[in-house]
């Protein structure tokens, strides 16, 4: 084992530059937190929001409507590439409600 010594001036400088590090570093992971978004959502979590089939989330990821990343034979979606179709899948309901039929 070997044994440093240095002066109490150098170890109160190294110890209050390793402060001002922790410090930024905890703004920083701060700063990331305000601009994270949510958790990643599941097929049953997006069908249950915007009231949809299993099968018409496929459609919408197949037509390229909806973004979405997979992970093994799991399928997850950004909440706020969900949030941006609401309004299509709504419309697209009115539509089919119009011809008598439903999604």
């Known amino acids: 084992m070997e044994v440093v010594i240095i002066s109490k001036s150098k170890y109160e400088e ?3 530059k390793l402060n001002r590090l922790s410090d930024r570093v905890n703004e920083i992971l ?3 937190e305000g601009k994270r978004l949510s958790r990643w959502m599941d ?3 997006v069908c249950q929001q915007l009231r ?4 018409t989330l496929q459609t919408l990821r197949d037509n390229g ?5 997979q992970i093994g034979h799991k399928i997850f979606y950004k909440p706020e590439d969900v949030q941006c179709i609401v309004r299509l899948v709504e419309d697209r309901r ?3 409600a119009y011809r008598g ?3």
Request: overall charge positive.
């Open 52 to 55: 949809i089939s299993p099968r």
């Open 30 to 32: 701060h700063k990331r």
């Open 65 to 69: 409507t909806l973004a979405y990343s």
């Open 43 to 45: 097929n049953q979590e």
């Open 94 to 96: 009115k539509d089919a």
């Open 14 to 16: 190294m110890v209050g």
């Open 101 to 103: 039929c439903s999604i």
